[in-house]
């Protein structure tokens, strides 16, 4: 293992959307400059992927270009969607399209464009392992950070504060975890990657189940109709039908920015309530107009009589079997009180993310942190002594809202970050906690 004494004032764990906007806010900012401030990220893709196993051509972003890395925070930065056209020569086409919502292909080349301007600040390649403190007389200035690459090598960097923006893990029900290295079992976050490797032949009549009653979920469902003309294919889900997202405009209110200060204010039990209350913007829930797709397309099989995409709605997946013939789902039909059991050469779990995967990575530091909630500048409390800022980005749902795991505030949560560390770099003080 190579220890490098390299010292960092800002280490940025991750390098997806929420750590890049992170970056774009630091370059933008001229106190950064001014006090020389020294930081980088640490990303374990070997390069700069947006979702890659989702890039699906057909898919659309679920927001509008303008909540890019920059425009809410400063429309006249270098980093907005629109010079990003204008720098590619596609403004004029891009318009003439006449969309707010450009392909999830697009943003992706977007987001890598944006991406390649921060390169010497990259490590890709490096998957974070470990944050241990430096304690030196009872006080911890400095974080150890351990990386793993590819090869199995490990390096060490030091950082005075953290920002931890990993995203979300998959989420695998209780009753595939036996099967997690199955390869017949794919979660949706590796779709792309792995599905023509387990269904190599295009024609071959495969039988397929997809998981979930989300937007992926729906999208997957949909590829796999045109990807595989002859596979049998069955969208299983909890909830009796799929339910289109709420994007009205009164509704999108809460993922204006400012919408995350009333989030925060709230008691505890309000938050939770209005969070609930609003779960339908995100969570189970699927474009209209991909609903509409999908019921044309089952419509059309009954026209033709050749029906091929079933949807089991009001399923309760009970028992899963993996056999050489098959995965065998043992399906609850909730509805009719009916029990039945489909055999299905792959599984595709478009069963969501969990977003707990910070703490597995703090498990080092855990000791040193306090017991209140994360500080509304998305810092988590730490005990008296401690003096490095821990800043989490998308898992603060529960504090700061839906939009929280989204990119709807990125432009300007980074902002708020970049000022607390600044302030904590000129003050630095632990936060008081319960
Ligand atoms: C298919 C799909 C489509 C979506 N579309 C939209 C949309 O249209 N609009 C919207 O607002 N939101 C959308 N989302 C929500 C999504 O969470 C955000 O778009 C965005 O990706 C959040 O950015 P992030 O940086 O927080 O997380 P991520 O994009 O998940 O990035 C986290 C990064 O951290 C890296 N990482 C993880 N662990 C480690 C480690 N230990 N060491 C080093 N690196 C690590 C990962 O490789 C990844 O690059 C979508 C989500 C999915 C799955």
Redesign the pocket.
Known sequence: MSIETLEYDVIG????????AIAVALDEDARVRERGLRYCF????AD????G??LLED?????SFL?DLATLRNPASRFTFLNYLHQKRRLEPFINIGTF?PS?LE?NDYLAWAAGHFAERVHYG????AVEAQEERGEVQRLKVT?RQADGRTRTRLARNLVV?????PSIPEAFAPLRNDPRVIH??AYLARIETLCAEREAPYRLAVIGAG??AA?IFTDLGGRYPNAELSLIMRSPALRPADDSPFINEIFDPGYTDLIYQQPEAMRQQLIRSFSHTNYSVVNLDLIERVYQDLYLQRVTGKVRQHLLANRQIQEVRAGVEGIALNLLDRQHHAREVREFDGVILATG?RRD?YKR?LEGVAGYLGEGEVARSYRLPSREGFHPGIFL??CCEASHGL?D????V?SVRSQEVVDALIDGRLRPQAVACA
């Open positions: 764990l991750g390098f997806g959307p929420a750590n890049l640490l990303e374990k893709k700069f992927e947006w979702h196993g989702m898919s659309r972003m679920q927001i909540k919502t999830r943003y490096e998957e974070v392992i990386t923006s990993i995203g979300g893990q949706s976050s937007q992926s999208e993310y995967g990575l980005q998308g939009s795991t989204l990119l709807s990125l």
